[in-house]
């Protein structure tokens, strides 16, 4: 097997800084309080690195309870699921909500003000609309949660005064100096309401994240042998720029090939992950 060059070991080094750096955040996130100025978290970065797992991992590991929520779903639904969050458990309980991917959640400047009040000193997700037809596709437990929180206007308010967001997200958030236009400009009432970490990496880096993982975590099971493992690291670096995703998920489904087809795993990499 060829050795790693001092270059692939230097890129191997910095992903693994990038690891740490994102390990230390998850354990900072335990430490986000309702009563913070900005006690809400917004993490950019490269899809694939396992963004939303970190957070996850570390909550479990200080035995906090944590909420995830897709931000891929109509903005009633996200209420509803807010609604049900907050009808089910304690209200001196704080409760800590994961969200994962922004795209439907701020795809509008509707959803962005809807967001933009929960994330304010209004601490509240606020929906207006009639909710007839809607209400009609929720099951019993989501219909009682919603019918506790209807507001006077036909909609329904969920308080969120002892909420903290974590939204992980590929959907990069403009600073004062990146607004482009207007929704760029409601965009960066959300970077103004979070704390904002941006964790993307050029290319290189996250090469040597994904191998630093592979290489010297679980993610990849210990059964497999150290030299399949720096074989799939070179797959991935000479055929980095042809590969149809560059993720963990990416590695982990290419050592599932290796281990189903021990003799035709090459062929397989080459056919089913490359272009």
Request: charged share 25%; glycine share 4%.
């Amino acid at each position: 097997m060829k050795k790693f060059t001092t270059e692939m070991s230097t890129y191997i080094k910095d992903g693994k800084f990038q690891r740490k750096r994102l390990e230390t955040l998850g354990s900072e996130v335990c430490n986000l309080s309702p009563k913070d100025r900005f006690p809400h978290l917004y993490l950019f970065a490269n899809p694939g690195i396992g963004k939303t797992h970190t957070i996850n991992e570390s909550m479990k590991k200080h035995r906090i309870e944590n909420f995830n929520i897709t931000g891929n779903i109509s903005m009633f639904q996200f209420g509803v699921k807010l609604a049900v969050i907050n009808h089910t458990t304690p209200s001196n309980i704080i409760k800590y909500i994961t969200i994962d991917d922004c795209n439907e959640l701020l795809k509008n400047t509707e959803n962005i003000n809807i967001v933009k009040n929960m994330l304010s000193d209004e601490k509240a997700y606020t929906y207006n609309k009639n909710m007839r037809t809607l209400l009609q596709s929720l099951t019993p437990k989501e219909s009682v949660a919603v019918r506790s929180h209807t507001s006077e206007l036909g909609g329904f308010r969920v308080p969120l005064n002892n909420f903290v967001f974590i939204f992980t997200s590929n959907t990069k958030l403009p600073s004062d100096d990146e607004v482009r236009n207007e929704r760029g400009l409601h965009l960066n009432a959300i970077y103004s309401r979070v704390m904002y970490k941006d964790y993307t990496m050029k290319s290189t880096t996250l090469w040597g994240y994904i191998s630093d993982i592979i290489l010297n975590t679980n993610a990849i099971p210990k059964s497999i042998p150290k030299l399949i493992k720096q074989e799939l690291c070179w797959f991935l670096y000479e055929n980095w720029e042809s590969l149809n995703e560059r993720s963990v998920r990416t590695a982990q489904k290419m050592i599932q090939e290796y281990t189903k087809h021990k003799v035709a795993y090459i062929s397989i990499w080459e056919n089913e992950f490359k272009k």
